[in-house]
């Protein structure tokens, strides 16, 4: 069969990759921004395993969501934003203020989880819901056919 003279919509044919290509799936870096449920999802996996009912520094959980997602950079003021977001989503759902404290210690800014067994259950909601919301992004995104704008 002679190749095409002509391109036309749709035929785009890909052959196989040559040997030796590398991999080229990197992400480039991402600040963590107030609001954002990528974010927030990446925040609530780690105050998932925050010891209970102790007070944690929010400085040392910054530290751990930047060690722990190497192409992410958290700051202090975000970990808070989440943590405040967090505490009034406990606050709606349990109508009192002792499951997510948030007080300036004498080392800095710390939260107190709740040591009950009603506080695993719930965090996992919230990250469930952070990600269904990341889901609605990615689709919403999809169908504006990948161009990050407004359409």
Do not use: K
């Amino acid at each position: 069969m002679p190749p095409a003279t002509t391109a036309a919509p749709g035929t785009l044919v890909l052959r196989p990759a040559q040997g030796g290509l590398p991999d080229v799936d990197l992400r480039p870096p991402t600040i963590g921004v107030a609001g954002d449920p990528f974010t927030a999802a990446r925040v609530l996996s780690v105050i998932a395993c925050v010891e209970r009912g102790r007070p944690a520094r929010i400085d040392d959980i910054a530290a751990a969501l930047n060690a722990r997602h190497l192409d992410w950079a958290f700051s202090v003021a975000v970990v808070v934003d989440v943590l405040v977001q967090l505490q009034a989503n406990w606050m709606a759902d349990y109508r009192n203020a002792s499951g997510i404290v948030l007080q300036d210690g004498p080392h800095g800014a710390t939260v107190t989880i709740e040591d009950s067994s009603r506080v695993d259950p719930w965090i996992v909601r919230q990250v469930e819901r952070e990600l269904a919301a990341c889901r609605a992004v990615l689709v919403d995104f999809s169908r504006r056919d990948g161009s990050g704008f407004d359409d």
